[in-house]
């Protein structure tokens, strides 16, 4: 089968490394890729969101299979489009529909959506410009912490924890006044903090079946101790040690099971990754946020993990007996640390010449590339998040151990990583 992965960031890199294992995977595309999904499959020079060339692709180049790792195609109607195209009506489509991928387009609907079906989430309110005024008010009686979101896509960094009235309604002007985040924050949530330890759980899915992935934690703010601004990610750990027993018992009756069985309920065409943003709180589980498709930089480890063949899973979840399909994980730990350009999630500056990188994959060691271009056969920084060392470990602590000691080789420019990652679980 020929398949066709769109994106060109870490979490393709390592979807691609995975997808290429397969003896069902005979000739892999990605549009628009890296040099890291070169090495693995074929760069195709358009872009995600380009539905007339990744059609015009699908044809000419016999794809059987569209796996789509961002989210922007998504929320933008990339599998209603192929759909609707007839000749492509047997190709299978990771991703789902863009009714569905609201789940993560609007918080407000994502919202509603638990609410129906009476899934866990911290309390919230919504507001836009029309109602601004109330907004405020809201917020000047609000407890504190306060967390603001922005009800569209903003590429992971559109959520602001305020630890005083003066900064949330600072952001909340920003959001909605002043378009901080464009569209995006147009409509604002505002909702009850939760305090506790952040997970995402995975589930694959057709609609009505579904199986669960490793499952992981990621680390947001981009200074150690989790300090700073909030980035798009800069490291991950699998598995994470509460995640079991009887807390996974209520993340599957309380959470997995009630979203599915939703997303069936209100026909919304769901085929592909569900991401479950959780956190625990005092053992019980809330949804901070739902995604459409894998997590960056959680893919970097769940991939790893995943000891199943990607592409049989995704044949079974189109063609059904996706429950049934046992899933296989590495009972190993996985760790990665993202390297990301000096002056990120703020201004940065890009073409910094990477030395190293080649080096850093070796044992027990995989380099995945993020923002990464190639220029007459050198490697340079193009993006605020450049690269994901991944490492294997029989505990977390040695896994981030590994990564760190191949960060060592490498070298850029005003290159800044986190040496904490998985902080919260070095003692166990």
């Not at 919202?111 to 899934?119: P, T």
């Not at 053992?283 to 592409?311: A, H, K």
Request: with cysteine; proline share 4%.
């Amino acid at each position: 089968m020929n398949i066709l992965l769109l994106g060109s960031g870490g979490r393709e890199h390592a979807i691609a490394w995975k997808l290429r294992k397969s003896p069902l995977c005979d000739h892999l595309y990605i549009a628009p890729g890296n040099p890291g999904t070169a090495a693995v499959g074929e760069n195709l020079s358009f872009g995600v969101n380009d539905f007339d060339a990744i059609t015009a692709c699908c044809r000419e180049r016999s794809i059987g299979m569209v796996v789509v790792g961002p989210e922007d195609p998504l929320v933008n109607g990339i599998y209603d489009h192929l759909r609707s195209q007839k000749e492509l009506e047997q190709m299978i489509i990771v991703g789902p529909s863009a009714a569905a991928a609201q789940l993560e387009g609007s918080k407000a609907f994502a919202k509603a959506f638990m609410g129906r079906h009476g899934i866990p989430t911290a309390a919230y309110r919504e507001f836009t410009k029309d109602n601004y005024e109330e907004g405020v008010d809201y917020l000047k009686q609000h407890a504190l912490p306060i967390v603001l979101k922005a009800d569209g896509l903003a590429a992971g960094k559109g959520v602001v924890i305020a630890e005083s009235h003066a900064w949330a309604l600072e952001t909340f002007a920003d959001m909605i006044q002043e378009a901080r985040f464009g569209a995006a924050s147009a409509k604002v949530v505002v909702e009850e903090f939760l305090s506790g330890v952040e997970l995402s759980v995975f589930a694959l899915t057709n609609g009505r079946e579904f199986v669960i992935l490793p499952e992981a934690k990621d680390y947001k703010r981009i200074g150690e101790g989790d300090t700073g601004p909030n980035t798009g990610g800069m490291g991950a750990v699998s598995p994470v040690p509460f995640a079991q027993g009887e807390f996974m018992q209520k993340v599957m009756e309380r959470i997995v099971r009630p979203t599915i069985a939703g997303l069936h309920s209100e026909n919304l065409a769901y085929f592909g990754f569900v991401f479950f943003g959780l956190i625990n709180v005092n053992g019980d589980p809330y949804v901070i946020e739902y995604n459409c498709r894998m997590g960056d930089p959680e893919t970097e480890v769940v991939m790893p993990r995943l000891q199943s063949d990607l592409v049989e899973l995704f044949l079974r979840m189109q063609q059904g007996g996706l429950a049934e399909t046992p899933v296989q994980f590495d009972p190993r730990s996985a760790a990665t640390v993202v390297l990301v350009s000096g002056g990120y999630p703020g201004d940065f500056e890009k073409g910094k010449l990477i030395q190293g990188l080649d080096k850093a994959t070796a044992g027990d060691t995989l380099a995945f590339h993020a923002g990464i271009r190639e220029e007459n056969g050198n490697w340079l920084s193009n993006g605020g998040r450049v690269a994901a060392i991944t490492s294997y470990g029989s505990n977390i602590q040695e896994a981030v151990s590994l990564s760190n000691n191949a960060i060592e080789k490498i070298h850029f420019e005003n290159m800044n990583f986190r040496k904490d990652i998985g902080y919260e679980f070095m003692s166990r």
